[in-house]
């Protein structure tokens, strides 16, 4: 039966996170980090390993604490009001996910004691240049070579690849679409060459080439070929947590943008008075708390083992559409001040987008979600 209903202790974890976020990571920090090369709070992410939060959803018998896509909403509805700035998903639940799901037992002994820890972080080498979202927009290719394989191609929006231990690297091995393998690649190992994004959220992003970048056979995640079933599965899961993030954010800006409403005032009467704001807060409040609901559902689904095809696609595009509506409106109603860097709705207004535009984007979650309607 589905139960949207959060427990006690799941609420103590929201409010565990809240106050680590609001302590470790305020926006004053997120302002100092903005274009930074490294791009999250050091103290932010001690203080995530010290409650076990790192490794939230890896399986328990490597450190972790094996919860669900429930918990991980928890936690990212707070990452989300936040701005918490963090390799968290890039590492815990992309990369720790494809390790945990595919990678060899020597493998995943090896790297996710060390994930979950703090030691080390992961993040995936995903999007190419001019390429899509799918299986045939990996391109770069991986040529067998001896007992390896030599990588060559490029990658990019490549997240705090400054900071990673590891790039979890998508690679071309056939030339049929789904012919790809995941490669733990070293970033600073011969040929592999980082170069900073600027991007509209401020985040550390990177363009990653790679020139006859040599790996071995044991550097391959999960069996020949089986690259693509991996990923596919685990952005599955993972945007579920991205929408969850969106919600959060979602949630803050509109709180802000009310207390704001309520506070301006203009022709001797507050800004929440007028019917024309008031009616689009109320389409505000209405469409966020949809989102909020379809997240829940989808997240519970993934914890029950229920098929997410379908709920979590769309789960992430209302989520981030919503995000990106109720931020642009805010701006509307802060006015031009809010473009201003001393206001914090830019900063939410600009994140919205990047979200939205990220880990598959509007049209790619809209085939997604038409491809699961029409072809049951």
């Not at 972790?64 to 890039?90: D, K, N, T, W």
């Not at 994930?115 to 972080?121: I, Y």
């Not at 067998?144 to 030599?150: A, H, I, K, L, N």
Request: proline share 4%; charged share 20%.
């Amino acid at each position: 039966m589905l139960d949207l209903k959060f427990t006690a202790e799941q609420e103590m974890l929201r409010q565990t996170v809240r106050g680590v976020c609001a302590t470790t990571s305020p926006l004053a920090v997120i302002r100092e980090l903005q274009d930074d090369p490294i791009g999250y709070s050091v103290d932010l992410w001690k203080q995530l390993a010290h409650l076990d939060l790192i490794g939230l959803q890896i399986p328990e018998e490597y450190g972790g604490s094996g919860m669900s896509a429930i918990e991980g909403v928890v936690v990212y509805e707070e990452f989300g009001r936040s701005l918490a700035p963090s390799p968290h998903f890039v590492s815990s639940v992309l990369s720790g996910g494809a390790l945990a799901r595919s990678g060899s037992e020597a493998m995943k002994a090896e790297w996710l004691p060390r994930m979950v820890s703090g030691d080390a972080v992961l993040t995936p080498a995903w999007l190419e240049p001019e390429n899509g979202f799918g299986p045939k927009g990996i391109q770069l290719r991986a040529e067998p070579d001896g007992e390896g394989f030599v990588l060559s191609g490029a990658k990019r929006h490549v997240g705090f690849a400054r900071a990673a231990t590891r790039l979890v690297v998508l690679a071309r091995t056939g030339d049929r679409p789904d012919d790809i393998d995941l490669f733990l690649v070293d970033p600073n190992a011969e040929g592999v060459t980082l170069t900073q994004q600027m991007t509209i959220a401020s985040d550390a992003q990177y363009r990653v080439d790679f020139d006859r970048v040599r790996v071995t056979a044991d550097d391959r995640i999960g069996g020949p070929r089986s690259g693509w079933t991996t990923w596919n599965a685990v952005m599955h899961e993972g945007i579920i947590l991205a929408a969850a993030q969106a919600v959060g954010g979602a949630q803050y800006a509109l709180e802000i943008t009310v207390q704001y409403a309520k506070d301006r005032h203009q022709f001797d009467k507050p800004l929440g008075a007028f019917q024309a704001l008031a009616h689009y807060l109320a389409d505000s409040v209405t469409a966020v708390d949809g989102a909020e609901v379809l997240v829940h559902e989808a997240a519970w689904a993934s914890a029950v083992h229920r098929d997410i095809s379908k709920l979590a696609p769309m789960a992430k595009l209302f989520a981030c559409n919503t995000y990106r509506q109720v931020t642009a409106t805010a701006q509307q109603i802060f006015g031009g001040i809010g473009f201003t860097l001393e206001f914090d709705i830019q900063l939410y207004f600009r994140r919205a987008k990047q979200l939205q535009i990220s880990w598959w984007d509007t049209r790619y979650l809209e085939d997604l979600v038409a491809a699961a309607v029409l072809d049951s």
